[in-house]
Every structure is written in structure tokens, then in C-alpha cells.
């Protein structure tokens, strides 16, 4: 189940730095997606918890998921960056993840341990001094 929140994403365009030339001093292609999780209808209080503990540090002091993009020349497809970029955080965030089904050790790993730890006993037994008193 993919969730789609484009509709509750605030824009905010700013100018941006790297290639472009003189274009990057006149033109804001830098785009900055703000969502509200906490104010959000799109997704459940169950779903909101998930997102806030998963993203806690992409989340402001205000509740908001904050994500840039400058990658593009283009305000409209930093504009897709982000909105992609949103998107798949949120549905990340929203997978459970497995629990661990704890096994236990098998009688023949033990036996191996076992048997490994006797034969380097013996290959240290054989690396003592020899005493002339033991014989």
C-alpha cells in the first residue's frame, strides 16, 4: 500500500547554488518540501508515530518533514525531486520491519565446537618444554 501525500506538500523555492551560471544568481531552482506529519489527513495516528520515530532527523522542532533539492536546473524538476524524494521516505518509513525469530544451536555445532577446542588442546600440549622428572 503506497501512500501518496503530494497534495499536503508546502513549496518553498529558494535560489540555488552549483551549475547553472549566471542563471543560478537570477532564477530560485532550489525547491524545499515542507510536510506537516502531525496535521496530516492522508495517514493514520498509528502512521504518524511510525514516520516521527523513523525520521526524527529529517523532522523539525515544528512537526514538519523537511527535504530539498538543487540537483536539477529546473525549478519544476526539483520540484519532482522532492515530491519523489517525500514519497519514498514516507512509504520507507512505514514498512515493519521483521522481528528476529531467536534459534537455538544445533547438537552437531555444539559437538564441532567441542571437538575443535580438543584437538587445539593438544596441539598446545604438544608445544610444552619437555620435563626429564616425567619420565
Known sequence: MKIDITSEIIFKTARSGGKGGQNVNKVETMVEGRWNV???SIVSDDQKKMITEKLANKITSEGFLLI???KSRTQLGNKDLVIKKINALVNASLIKKKSRIATKVSAASKEKRIETKKRNAF???GR???NPKDF
Open 123 to 125: 596441539n598446545k600440549e
Open 128 to 130: 610444552k618444554k619437555i
Open 68 to 70: 530539498k533539492s538543487q
Open 38 to 40: 502531525v496535521a496530516s
